[in-house]
């Protein structure tokens, strides 16, 4: 069983104050974690730094088995291997269509197979019928709901969703 | 107010008459001001956005600098430009002065710094969602910079439309640099001046009833091109 | 989504299409007709002039003709005196035509001008309000007239620009030996249309050249004052600019300019305009 991430003495700090402070963390594949604590315990930093969103001060990191050294081409590997969802499930101006093959798109797949897959999220999320809606005009649960379509990307290793609990009760299509 | 009726029923008849002379007039004031604004938007986006997502030592500074040149009086920009056109001047062995070029040459002085200012401020008004959404769905750093810039598309629009209603109403710069020369160098706004100078105040009215009705159609083109692209009304309602 | 971008694609198209006709420079749709088919093409001469000689109209009715007789473009770019002088010690005009006598001499024995030939003159005239509060109308005794002005501190709007008619106007305060100066001296540093124009709402006094007085009497109100003493003549000269000095300018056809103005017919034609419009001669023909 391969470890998926390793922190290492990891410090975060904003400015003079110290967010985050991790000694040791590994998380072993193929399971589901939640992380939990009070406002301000640095959950969404920890995520952040995790998700390659944000570079720690001291310390090391190492995800999917990889040392980080924060260069733009690890990075994107990476990226292109992992998904987040968000707390605001931020929507890109356009249509629920637009949304979902975003990430499809980013990794240059032919528009044909984009219409395809970008339907079976849809469906798997239960959100088809609203294909064709602006996706600003979603109610906060709709939004969550086509983030996570979006986020499914294939050969994902990773997916991690920051929401204040509990948002969402529905049932998910296994796979 | 007669002399305000008497200006209108000139400008329609001018236009109705297709005056050759107005025609060229309005035509080249459009190719100037146009063209300034198309090469201010090639050199203002990539800059603001530049500005705004890069760090930059001093970036504080930089975009003072830029908003101060947002309010760069025409008549300074083209005196400046005169200077560095005329003969003995640094440029001066292109003999660009009194041509149509020094005066796109100004006018991008006047509305590159409001395009670049106008875009910085439209990214900088982005929330940090945009890139994260982005990065984390597998976008690499050129596509993310797209996607940026996608998203505040409005912004810059607002920006170039800015920009167009600075350069196509100023006449400072371009009667420095240009001249006013009749069938040459000759734009609507020195129309008015000199038709003013004149003494002729109806058809001076008359060329800026032509001037405003130009600009109306201009931004309700690019309204129109707006309006397509954002389906849904952003605005906030109040009830 | 699709549907969308083309079409924002072909609007830009569209503009660059239009755009790239532009570029370079050549937006010059000639006037209508253009006459010289048989002759090589017409080259460009730059003239530097004021704008009370544009304003007059002279140029509009003269230059087509001259343009057909020496096969020439002329370029006109009326400014102030003081800047038309400057476009010529700037070697960025071809020749100039000025009426301020002690500057274009300058201008010549600085070595920036050449064959500085007199073409015509006209006249200037003191205008002002109907009721002439100074009580000067009908005076033949310009010098004393601006004396009493500034006594009895009548409103006078100046040109207050070095213009030809500005330089007059100070030659004559200099003359009185006195420096106008309090709330009635105007100096409005604009052109002579303008400077009309401000006179009249003021009801003051101004200097003006019968040419822009003739050209727009009708919009105003204020009447002639004193006319007709020699003092209030202005004559006007054509100064090619030395080829010696700016290699770049065309001295061939700025001579050509001259020779033409000071020859039979362009003489005839400048003493022939406004007698139509106006019932008398703007300009005088004076060439030696």
Request: one cysteine or more; hydrophobic letters at 25%; aromatic letters at 10%.
């Given at each position: 069983m391969t470890t998926q991430f390793k922190l290492h003495n990891v410090v975060k700090r904003y400015g003079s104050r110290t967010v985050l402070t991790i000694d040791q963390l590994a998380l072993p594949e193929g399971r589901i974690y939640t992380i939990m604590g009070p406002n301000g315990s640095g959950k969404s930093t920890l995520l952040r730094i995790m998700g390659l969103l944000l570079v720690n001060d001291e310390g090391e990191l190492e995800v999917l088995g990889e040392k980080v050294n924060w260069e733009k081409e690890q990075l994107l590997q990476l990226r292109r291997q992992m998904s987040m969802v968000t707390q605001t499930a931020f929507m890109f101006q356009g249509s629920v269509e637009y949304n979902v093959a975003y990430g499809l798109k980013a990794r240059n797949m032919k528009s044909r197979l984009i219409r395809a897959r970008v339907g079976e999220m849809l469906e798997m999320a239960g959100?088809?019928?609203?294909?064709?809606?602006?996706?600003?005009?979603?109610s906060g649960g709709e939004r969550q709901k086509v983030a996570l379509a979006r986020a499914?990307?294939?050969?994902?290793k990773y997916c991690s969703w920051m929401s204040r609990l509990p948002t969402l009760i529905w049932p998910v299509q296994p796979k | 107010m007669s002399i305000f009726v008497e200006g209108i029923k000139e400008g329609v008849y001018l236009i109705w008459q297709m005056d050759p002379e107005i025609i060229q007039v309005t035509l080249l004031s459009l190719q100037v001001s146009l063209t300034a604004l198309l090469l201010s938007a090639m050199l203002g986006i990539p800059a603001g956005a530049a500005l705004a997502l890069k760090k930059i030592p001093g970036k504080r500074i930089w975009l003072n600098t830029i908003y101060t040149l947002m309010g760069l009086p025409p008549v300074l920009a083209g005196l400046l430009v005169y200077l560095l056109l005329t003969?003995?001047?640094?440029?001066?062995?292109?003999?660009?002065?009194?041509?149509p070029s020094a005066m796109v040459f100004a006018q991008v002085l006047l509305a590159a710094p409001i395009v670049c200012g106008l875009t910085a401020r439209a990214v900088m008004a982005l929330p940090q969602d945009v890139y994260d959404t982005a990065a984390t769905l597998g976008a690499s750093r050129r596509q993310a910079s797209a996607t940026i810039m996608r998203e505040a598309r409005i912004g810059i629009v607002a920006a170039l439309t800015t920009a167009f209603g600075r350069v196509i109403a100023e006449v400072g710069a371009v009667m420095l640099?240009?001249?006013?020369?009749?069938?040459?160098?000759?734009?609507l706004t020195t129309s008015i001046v000199l038709e003013t100078r004149m003494g002729n105040f109806s058809t001076a009215i008359a060329i800026g009833l032509i001037l405003l009705s130009l600009s109306f159609l201009i931004n309700l083109l690019i309204l129109k091109l707006e309006k397509r692209t954002l389906r849904y009304d952003n605005t906030i309602q109040i009830t | 989504m699709k549907m969308r971008n083309h079409k924002t694609l072909l609007v830009l198209a569209v503009l660059m299409a239009f755009l790239a006709t532009m570029v370079?420079?050549?937006?010059q749709k000639e006037p209508?007709?253009?006459?010289?088919?048989?002759?090589?093409p017409a080259k460009e001469l730059k003239l530097a002039t004021t704008t009370s000689t544009q304003d007059s109209g002279l140029l509009d009715v003269i230059l087509p003709e001259l343009e057909k007789d020496i096969n020439y473009k002329v370029k006109v770019i009326a400014v102030g005196t003081g800047q038309a002088i400057e476009m010529g010690e700037a070697g960025d005009v071809d020749v100039i035509l000025v009426h301020s006598r002690a500057a274009e001499d300058k201008f010549v024995a600085d070595g920036y001008g050449v064959d500085r030939r007199d073409v015509m003159y006209n006249d200037f005239l003191i205008i002002g309000p109907a009721e002439d509060p100074a009580g000067i109308?009908?005076?033949?005794?310009i010098i004393a007239a601006f004396k009493t002005i500034a006594d009895k501190q009548a409103v006078f709007v100046s040109r207050?620009?070095?213009s030809g008619t500005d330089k007059k106007e100070k030659g004559i305060w200099t003359k009185a030996e006195m420096t106008p100066a309090g709330a009635w001296y105007i100096e409005s540093g604009q052109g002579m249309g303008d400077t009309f124009r401000m006179a009249d709402e003021k009801k003051a006094y101004t200097l003006i050249d019968r040419a822009t007085y003739l050209a727009?009497?009708?919009?105003?109100?204020l009447e002639p004052?004193?006319?007709?003493?020699?003092?209030?003549l202005n004559p006007y000269g054509v100064i090619p600019v030395n080829p010696e000095k700016?290699?770049?300018?065309?001295y061939e056809g700025a001579t050509k300019f001259a020779q033409w103005l000071t020859s039979e017919k362009g003489q005839k034609m400048i003493g022939e305009f406004g007698v139509k419009e106006?019932?008398?001669?703007l300009f005088v023909p004076d060439a030696k």
């Open positions: 959100m088809s019928a609203y294909r064709e809606a602006d996706a600003r005009t979603l499914m990307q294939s050969n994902q | 003969y003995r001047g640094p440029l001066g062995q292109f003999e660009l002065l009194f041509t640099v240009g001249g006013n020369i009749r069938w040459s160098t000759r734009v | 370079g420079g050549c937006a209508p007709a253009p006459e010289q088919s048989q002759q090589p109308k009908g005076s033949t005794d207050g620009d070095n727009q009497k009708d919009k105003y109100k004052i004193i006319e007709g003493d020699k003092s209030l700016f290699p770049n300018v065309d106006f019932g008398q001669q």
